[in-house]
């Protein structure tokens, strides 16, 4: 057992869409599993972590996490061209000596080294750092098992389809990988298939880093896919712990977001709700989402629509005030309980990863418009595979396609099956977290595996 007062976790994020939030959960997860006199360190570019850390870079109830700044990597006065991988390009091109700068800096301050690397499993340059001071790394994949074997498969995946091949055909199934035979190449991540930008660079890296990671993490849970995917991902890394679904910290006011969200959902009948939201990072394109007005309109569908990008508010805004009396807009919806919310009926999702559990665990039907990175994946999933929701007709939202995957899912009888499949799934994910539960035990494993080195 280690002299706990030694111990110290240095946690390292990826600072853009909602990948900082699940790593932070983890880390109050952790810090309130352990001693303590654990030390919590969680550094993060200062943009993303004023959003997260509400004063002076400490978390209230928290005493054991402290967050620290580390350079985003953009030059003084730049100006962004709007393309939204230009942050991404530049953070890349300041790792990792902003993560070992800033570190060292605090290894000085504290007098406290570092015992342990929980990072996003995107910072592929951890398994280098963490053998070099000769402590574990703990990679964090924030999305789910499907993609992350994928990306282990690169090389094999590459070698059959060929790199940046205008000839790969979107409709093969990926069959030669144990457990992929339901998945199409046009679901791939673009990054899979060419390797040439410094994301695809990051992600490429990672697969070839994640092996020597004492353990990934997945907010995932045991069940939810194909034994062999399982397995495959077993035979590459040294551990795999589901530890999800995850709990989530009590909300503060400011995450509550629309406030009387849940109330307002109170005063309609069951089921009746359409929620709609496009996670962290994405809105559609100007005539999709006048389609997806047109159809709520047509269909006097009352609806819940986290609109985060201001921006663009105003092509709706005719919509907006029209249906003010049947429609509700907010730009951050309290998710977890919304879809866990009787009133709702189905929710309208780009398929991000936390977005897919949050309706399994809330027991949710999902219309599924799916826009880039492991969301073509997730889709294929819902729809295909755990059979819990539906795409729609083409791939983007028309007013004949969502009209149809409506009628499906809120009024057909489709909708009943749809139900009782995500129930079942649903059940699964309760089973994981029980006391004796997988995901239970494997968190567990996750306390001490993160706590069991100290610096002497
Ligand atoms: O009004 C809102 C809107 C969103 N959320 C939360 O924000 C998170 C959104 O996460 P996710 O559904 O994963 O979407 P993105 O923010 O788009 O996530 C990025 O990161 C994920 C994890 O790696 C990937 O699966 C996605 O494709 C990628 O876009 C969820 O926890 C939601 O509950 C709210 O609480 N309120």
């Given amino acids: 057992m280690s002299a706990e007062k030694n111990v110290h976790v240095a ?10 939030t699940p790593l932070l959960h983890l880390v109050q997860r952790l810090a309130a599993a352990a001693s303590p006199a654990v030390r919590f360190s969680y550094f993060n570019t200062a943009g993303s972590n004023r959003k997260l850390f509400p004063a002076a870079n400490l978390l209230p109830g928290h005493d054991n996490i402290k967050a620290y700044d580390v350079e985003d ?4 006065g730049h100006v962004f061209s709007g393309n939204p991988l230009e942050p991404i390009g530049l953070f890349i091109g300041a790792t990792p000596q902003n993560f070992k700068k ?3 800096e605090v290894v000085e301050e504290t007098g406290s080294k570092a015992t342990c690397l929980l990072t996003d499993a995107f910072l592929w340059f ?5 053998e070099e001071i000769g402590i574990p790394w703990v990679a964090f994949w924030t999305a789910g098992p499907t993609p992350i074997s994928l ?9 059959k389809l060929g790199q940046n091949d205008d000839k790969q055909n979107q409709d093969q199934t990926l069959d030669f990988i144990p457990g992929m035979s339901a998945v199409h190449v046009a679901d791939l991540p673009q990054e899979i298939l060419h390797l ?3 994301f695809s660079r990051l992600l490429y890296s990672m697969s070839l880093a994640l092996p020597r990671a004492a353990a990934v993490v997945l907010n995932s849970f045991d069940g939810i896919v194909d034994a062999a995917v399982e397995n495959d991902l077993k035979s590459k890394l ?19 977001g629309g406030g009387d969200c849940l109330s307002w959902l109170s005063n309609h009948p069951a089921a009746a709700v359409a929620y709609i939201s496009f996670g962290t990072m994405l809105t559609p394109p100007p005539p999709e989402l006048s389609a997806l007005a047109e159809v709520l309109e047509e269909k006097k569908i009352p609806y819940l629509w986290s609109f985060r990008d201001n921006s663009k508010r105003h092509l709706l805004e005719g919509f907006f005030e029209r249906t003010s009396s049947v429609g509700k807009v907010v730009e951050w919806a309290p998710q977890v309980e919304v879809l866990a919310h009787s009133s709702v009926g189905v929710f309208v999702t780009h398929c991000g990863w936390n977005s897919v559990v949050e309706s399994i665990t809330g027991g949710m039907p999902m219309i599924c418009r799916p826009f880039f990175g492991d969301q073509m994946i997730n889709r294929r999933l819902v729809e295909d595979v755990w059979r819990i929701g539906v795409g729609v007709e083409g791939g983007s939202f028309s007013a004949s396609g969502l009209a149809k995957a409506f009628d499906v899912v809120m009024f057909g009888e489709k909708g009943k099956e749809i139900r009782g499949n995500i129930g079942k799934l649903r059940e699964c994910a309760n089973i994981a977290i029980e006391e004796n539960g997988t995901s239970t035990q494997n968190f567990k494993s996750l306390v ?3 706590t069991s080195y100290d610096q002497d």
Avoid at 11 to 20: N, Q
Avoid at 151 to 159: G, K, Q, R, S, Y
Avoid at 240 to 250: A, D, K, Q, R, T
């Fill in 238 to 256: 040294r551990k795999i712990l589901n530890v999800g679904p995850s709990p989530h910290p009590p909300l503060n006011e400011e995450e509550r």
């Fill in 11 to 20: 946690a390292f994020a990826f600072p853009f869409g909602s990948h900082p």
């Fill in 196 to 198: 040439d930008t410094p």
């Fill in 151 to 159: 990306h282990l498969n690169t090389d094999v995946i590459l070698a």
């Fill in 73 to 76: 990597g953009v030059p003084e």
């Fill in 102 to 104: 800033r570190l060292e």
């Fill in 126 to 130: 951890a398994a280098e750092m963490a």
């Fill in 448 to 450: 001490g595996l993160v």
